[in-house]
């Protein structure tokens, strides 16, 4: 009987001792580690919430056309290549006809309007990859471009400004293209976009952005635009072709274009 006494009051001791310990163990833990937030997820099912009862705005393609014989008497039979796109904003299917690029790979492009006017001339290059889309992103009937411009060793992503009547483009804003794809986010491969993620709030185009990100460009590339003091993040659909990494994207969030600059502006 006595044994069993001593054996109860041995037990009880090590429960008590237990639990002392176990208050003291949650006691050293420091109050900033139970209030660290997780890492902000950005997935597929939050932007496709975002967007309802918004209009989609998408990024439009540049369509390949045979020349047509008004081309080819205007411009006197010297065409590479035909785009149509309504570049103005009129509502009407302009033209870009490109010529065949000297020895030195420049030729020329020209920008003519759907009653055949010249509106703008600019070089191209054969060297190096091209990829243009069109979105009208501000209050002016004619739409904005993103551009992707680059080699093998790296490229540029802008958004360009049009100017019709003095034929000038001016570069609005270098920009980080970032795929979401189940649920995951990759590097924006001008050939893995399919579209830009961006609506219309009442009058006013928002794009899905971020300012609050570790990207580092490597140099090869725009990397220190003169009038940017950091590239924001731009968000796209499209499907990736290659691994880039893990991309700490922080604080997704609806701006318009306009914002972007204002916050982004050196």
């Not at 069993?4 to 050293?28: F, P, V, Y």
């Not at 393609?61 to 010297?78: D, Q, V």
Request: proline share 3%.
């Amino acid at each position: 009987m006595k044994l069993k006494l001593l054996l109860s009051i041995i037990t009880i001791g090590l429960l008590i001792s237990c639990k002392d310990a176990l208050k003291q163990e949650k006691k050293s833990v420091k109050p900033d580690a139970v209030k660290l937030k997780p890492k902000e997820i950005i997935n597929e099912t939050e932007t496709a919430d975002s967007l309802k009862g918004y209009k989609i705005v998408d990024l439009i393609s540049p369509k390949k056309i045979p020349a047509t014989k008004e081309l080819i008497n205007y411009l006197g039979g010297k065409i590479e290549k035909t785009e149509t796109i309504d570049f103005n904003g009129d509502g009407i299917l302009d033209y870009i006809c490109q010529t065949k690029a000297d020895s030195l790979g420049i030729g020329n492009e020209y920008w003519i309007s759907s009653d055949y006017k010249t509106i703008k001339k600019t070089k191209c290059y054969s060297d190096g990859f091209y990829y243009r889309w069109f979105i009208n992103l501000d209050n002016d009937p004619e739409p904005e471009m993103f551009e992707v411009i680059g080699d093998e060793d790296g490229a540029d992503y802008i958004i360009t400004d049009q100017n019709l009547i003095t034929g000038k483009n001016t570069t609005l804003q270098y920009i980080n293209p970032i795929i979401i794809e189940n649920n995951k986010k990759y590097w924006g491969y001008a050939w893995d976009i399919k579209s830009i993620i961006a609506r219309t709030n009442g009058t006013v185009t928002e794009l899905f952005c971020s300012l609050n990100h570790t990207i580092i460009r490597d140099g090869n590339e725009e990397y220190d635009p003169k009038h940017q003091k950091q590239m924001p993040v731009l968000f796209f659909t499209g499907h990736h072709t290659q691994e880039s990494g893990d991309h700490d994207i922080q604080k997704a969030q609806w701006l318009t274009l306009e914002e972007i600059i204002k916050r982004t502006k050196r």
